[in-house]
């Protein structure tokens, strides 16, 4: 079973950047789409990017499109969501996940989920 962590988070002022990780442990990310989604309190989860597992197709949220970039590196089981001109409501609780599909990904299929990580909080101050 894949346990995942996140690291990155912080405080960071308007127009600031930021680089999330998340490593996997237990077993590696193969076979595994991975993404990212965020969740500010009193919302649901939502999703912000996806990469397929050999890291050639990546999906994102249309708020994030343009500043954001998802990236995997099998070799050490570790996916990046490197976050640039980051805003005030890109303000939450980001989560990695890990799913059987890029489409169970962007979907929020969450029965087809396989692991989360424990969230990584992001504060983007004006």
């Known amino acids: 079973q894949v346990q995942l962590a996140e690291s990155g988070g912080g405080l960071v002022q308007v127009g600031g950047s930021l680089r999330l990780s998340c490593a996997a442990s237990?077993?590696?990310?193969?076979?595994?789409?991975t993404g990212w989604y965020r969740r500010v309190p009193g919302n649901e989860r939502e999703f912000v990017a996806a990469?397929?597992?050999?890291?050639?197709?990546?999906y994102y949220q249309d708020s994030v499109k343009g500043r954001f970039t998802i990236s995997r590196d099998n070799a050490t089981n570790t996916v990046y969501l490197q976050m640039d001109s980051l805003k005030p409501e890109d303000t939450a609780v980001y989560y990695c996940?890990?799913?059987?599909?890029?489409?169970?990904?962007?979907?929020?299929?969450?029965?087809?989920?396989?692991?989360w990580g424990q969230g990584t909080q992001v504060t983007v101050s004006s």
């Open positions: 996940a890990a799913a059987r599909s890029i489409g169970a990904m962007m979907d929020g299929d969450f029965e087809n989920f396989r692991a």
């Open positions: 237990g077993r590696s990310f193969g076979g595994y789409a």
């Open positions: 990469i397929s597992w050999k890291g050639i197709s990546t």
